[in-house]
């Protein structure tokens, strides 16, 4: 049952995070009521359902029968998923397990309003930064070492490429990677968010879906990379321990 109530959950507030991605990009309130993003009408309680109400209606809109976006169930399904493996997988304790949902919301956020806008809002960052001041608080030194080091490499990238290879919100995000997991694991959300970014690029290439010189967003491979290491973030400090130096 409780895990039943943390899906249920993941996809109320996986609803509220498709508001928060819409209306940070176009700098609108959180107070108003929900409306329909193509006639404007005012959203009825019904039409709010995570889930329910998107194929209740078959994906499309109630009040003026356009399509609506499958990104509205998929960051409602993702986060839900992200909810139950992150309580269930992550070996922490309890009090730390509401933090890593909270971080999660964050980076489901971040992962889709860079996939969706090409924009990392700052607010974003600010939040997830407040969340991961108690993972900070653990080892003040490593985490700071590892923001600054990580930090300076994104802004020597975006720099010496002028803004070409990254955008100045992807620099933000590497910094608060760096603070939130410290050095060690920073640098290997880092290495993960390449990899993986250099694979989806090249394939992309292959089947002309971009072209060489086009840019693809690099904040959803970041959020990736984190949350890698958050799941197998023991198994990773130990071959890092085995083949490069032992850890105390």
Same mark, same amino acid.
């Given at each position: 049952?409780?895990?039943?109530?943390?899906?249920?959950?993941?996809?109320?507030?996986?609803?509220?995070?498709?508001?928060?991605?819409?209306?940070?990009?176009?700098?609108?309130?959180?107070?108003?009521?929900?409306?329909?993003?193509?006639?404007?009408?005012?959203?009825?309680?019904?039409?709010?359902?995570?889930?329910?109400?998107?194929?209740?209606?078959?994906?499309?809109?109630?009040?003026?029968?356009?399509?609506?976006?499958?990104?509205?169930?998929?960051?409602?399904?993702?986060?839900?998923?992200?909810? !139950?493996?992150?309580?269930?997988?992550? $070996?922490?304790?309890? =009090?730390?397990?509401?933090?890593? @949902?909270? #971080? /999660?919301?964050? *980076?489901?956020?971040?992962?889709?309003?860079?996939?969706?806008?090409?924009?990392?809002?700052?607010?974003?960052?600010?939040?997830?930064?407040?969340f991961a001041i108690p993972f900070f608080l653990m080892n003040p030194l490593d985490h700071l070492i590892g923001g600054i080091v990580i930090f300076g490499i994104f802004q020597f990238i975006h720099s010496v490429t002028k803004g070409k290879a990254m955008g100045y919100g992807d620099v933000k995000f590497a910094l608060v990677i760096g603070l939130f997991q410290g050095l060690r694991l920073g640098a290997l959300s880092m290495y993960f968010a390449f990899l993986l970014g250099g694979?989806?690029?090249?394939?992309? !290439?292959?089947?002309?879906?971009?072209? $060489?010189?086009?840019? =693809?967003?690099?904040?959803?491979? @970041?959020? #990736? /990379?984190?949350? *890698?290491?958050?799941?197998?973030?023991?198994?990773?400090?130990?071959?890092?321990?085995?083949?490069?130096?032992?850890?105390?």
């Open positions: 049952m409780f895990y039943i109530f943390l899906f249920i959950s993941g996809l109320a507030v996986g609803s509220f995070l498709n508001v928060v991605i819409d209306r940070l990009t176009y700098n609108e309130s959180f107070f108003g009521r929900s409306y329909c993003d193509f006639c404007r009408t005012q959203l009825k309680s019904y039409d709010l359902f995570p889930l329910f109400s998107f194929f209740m209606y078959k994906g499309i809109s109630r009040c003026c029968g356009k399509k609506l976006s499958w990104y509205y169930p998929i960051v409602e399904i993702s986060t839900a998923l992200l909810f !139950v493996l992150l309580w269930t997988f992550v $070996p922490v304790a309890d =009090i730390y397990r509401f933090l890593y @949902l909270a #971080i /999660g919301a964050c *980076l489901i956020a971040i992962f889709f309003s860079d996939l969706k806008y090409q924009i990392i809002p700052d607010e974003l960052l600010i939040v997830y930064t407040l694979i989806m690029g090249i394939v992309l !290439v292959i089947f002309h879906k971009k072209k $060489p010189k086009s840019m =693809i967003a690099f904040g959803p491979f @970041l959020v #990736i /990379g984190v949350v *890698l290491t958050i799941f197998f973030e023991k198994t990773l400090l130990q071959i890092i321990g085995q083949y490069f130096y032992p850890l105390r």
